[in-house]
């Protein structure tokens, strides 16, 4: 059980806390990103499901019970996952590990959960309100089939151009799906309505799982409507939110859950995770202040990723710049450590860009649109996301007074992203809105 989870003592206390029976009804993962957060909460599922008689096959990996053998392909009528964020990634580094050694069972798998992972966000249970379904019916269908057909290729004998047409349709289909079913957004209140309906039924096997990943993007409405199945989850129902930080969860969802806490795992850790899931080369992969995992997974990712980190940093040290000669202005004297780490910290990632440096709000803008072809499809939450990893990696260094500028980010990057998601409006105007907005509350907290 959790034996493909490195270095997470969080899962021993969920092994411990399954086998004794003290697993609670509604659970928080809560820690950095590619912590395993999400692998964890797929193998309690998986665990929960589990119809194994014998005490040594239990939940384990190789488990031969039917339960587990379709939790294992994420092929459960009794799993639901949602949670908006990119996948073509993970997606495109698991095919790469796929077509360098196709013949191994676990590498196909690896590449079919990957998948999985995406088609769960459009799971019946959530398109029936969806009101573009009929636009992306046909790429959903196409995208069942190129499935059906990686669940059953024989690998050892099939010819590898077959393969690697297959593994490039799944791509270009999956980069389809992202772009046009908007996976970047926050969580809209229609799916929370449509999963708490689906947790009114009865379970197929034993127990039913609900995972909701990166909770913390959920608007108000979203919020509320999953408090109502918190404070009465069903009985034979497992919720699972996870998120970065535990303050990021509301009080009120929050004093339901049972919080277990997922830390950054060591260097040498995260290149075993690469070498042993990804069959990786670890020795190119550089450490960007973050997580290893992130960097290789970035690598694959299309549309200008290698640029997006660096212009993230240089973003917010432009931004911190921005704030501390207004603050300058103002006659404040003392600036926040924030502000100064913030700089100290990337302004040497920043300049890797050599961009012109400036203080003009419009000059910074313009750069980042034009740099990245006006952030276009996805790239616009992708990059305010990598913004906010920069920032969260800041204040954890810092002390708790510091939290506050975390949530300064956080509210203000889901405004934009939903502002441009659901709203349409432009990024430009977007993103000057959300410079202003950070640097205004920043100020505002620091003279209250």
């Not at 997470?8 to 411990?16: E, F, G, K, N, T």
């Not at 405004?415 to 659901?422: H, K, M, P, Q, S």
Request: with cysteine.
């Amino acid at each position: 059980m959790f034996e493909n989870i490195i270095e997470q003592s969080a899962v021993l206390q969920l092994r411990d806390d399954i086998l004794s029976g003290r697993n609670a009804p509604s659970m928080l993962f809560y820690g950095p990103a590619a912590s395993a957060k999400g692998s964890a909460a797929l193998e309690l599922a998986r665990a929960l499901s589990c119809e194994a008689d014998s005490q040594t096959e239990f939940a384990s990996w190789t488990c031969s019970c039917s339960s587990c053998k379709r939790h294992r392909y994420l092929q459960h009528d009794d799993l639901l996952v949602m949670g908006n964020r990119s996948f073509i990634a993970e997606i495109t580094a698991s095919s790469s590990a796929f077509l360098r050694n196709p013949i191994p069972i676990n590498s196909k798998l690896l590449f079919f959960r990957s998948l999985r992972k995406m088609q769960y966000r459009f799971s019946p249970v959530f398109m029936e309100d969806e009101p573009n379904v009929k636009k992306l019916s046909s790429v959903l269908l196409s995208f069942d089939e190129g499935l059906s057909e990686l669940l059953n290729i024989d690998t050892a004998s099939c010819e590898k151009n077959a393969i690697e047409k297959l593994c490039k349709s799944l791509i270009d289909t999956a980069n389809t799906l992202e772009k046009e079913g908007k996976l970047n957004s926050t969580i809209p209140i229609n799916h929370i309505r449509s999963a708490s309906r689906w947790c009114m039924l009865a379970p197929n096997g034993k127990r039913k799982t609900l995972i909701i990943e990166n909770a913390e993007n959920m608007r108000d409405d979203a919020r509320n409507s999953l408090l109502k199945l918190l404070e009465e989850p069903p009985s034979s129902v497992t919720i699972v939110l996870t998120a970065q930080r535990r303050e990021a969860i509301i009080p009120t969802i929050l004093s339901r859950l049972r919080p277990y806490r997922f830390l950054k795992r060591s260097e040498a850790s995260e290149k075993e995770v690469i070498r042993r899931v990804f069959q990786g080369n670890v020795d190119e992969i550089q450490d960007k202040d973050g997580s290893l995992i992130s960097a290789y997974l970035e690598s694959f990712a299309s549309n200008n990723s290698e640029k997006l980190y660096p212009l993230a940093a240089w973003f917010l040290v432009s931004l911190a710049r921005f704030i501390i000669l207004s603050m300058r202005n103002k006659g404040i004297k003392v600036i926040p450590d924030f502000l100064n780490s913030l700089g100290e910290r990337y302004a040497p990632i920043a300049e890797t860009l050599k961009l012109e440096r400036s203080v003009k709000s419009s000059e910074i803008i313009k750069i980042i649109i034009t740099q990245t072809n006006k952030l276009e499809n996805d790239l616009f939450s992708r990059f305010l996301k990598i913004c906010l990893d920069i920032v969260s990696s800041v204040t954890r260094t810092l002390d708790s007074q510091n939290v506050m500028y975390n949530d300064i980010f956080i509210k203000y990057i889901k405004e934009a992203i939903t502002a441009v998601d659901l709203l349409n409006i432009n990024t430009n105007i977007a993103l000057e809105s959300l410079f202003y907005n950070i640097k205004n509350a920043i100020i505002e907290g620091y003279n209250g």
